[in-house]
């Protein structure tokens, strides 16, 4: 399986931008299509978006769409979460996620094999 780790987070304020990372190790990466969750305090994790093995197809959900951008790169094996316009809502721990030979628009936390250890994401008001 492979083994996951996210950095960039950190404290903005609403209105500002921040980019996430996740290097993946120890697996074939393009086996994987890749996602990020994110859970607030007190609430369910949620699918973030999702793009697939070749990063032809990212998926988001309502909340984040036009506002964050999903891109992979395989010859480094690393995905990243740029987000923009940050919201105080988007504060929560940030994911990132492994489904092996899934599609990336899987929004269940089931399907996917690894996980990373999570990066906070604070946004002030």
């Known amino acids: 399986q492979v083994q996951l780790i996210e950095s960039g987070g950190g404290l903005v304020q609403a209105g500002g931008s921040l980019r996430l990372s996740c290097a993946a190790s120890?697996?074939?990466?393009?086996?994987?299509?890749m996602a990020w969750f994110r859970q607030a305090p007190g609430k369910a994790r949620e699918f973030v978006g999702g793009?697939?093995?070749?990063?032809?197809?990212?998926y988001y959900s309502d909340s984040v769409k036009g506002r964050f951008t999903i891109t992979r790169d395989n010859t480094k094996n690393t995905v990243s979460l740029e987000m923009n316009s940050l919201k105080p809502e988007d504060t929560a721990l940030y994911y990132c996620?492994?489904?092996?030979?899934?599609?990336?628009?899987?929004?269940?936390?089931?399907?996917?094999?690894?996980w990373g250890q999570g990066t906070q994401v604070t946004v002030s008001s």
């Open positions: 120890g697996g074939t990466f393009t086996d994987y299509a």
């Open positions: 996620a492994a489904h092996f030979r899934g599609l990336g628009n899987s929004r269940s936390s089931d399907e996917y094999n690894s």
């Open positions: 793009i697939s093995w070749a990063g032809g197809f990212a």
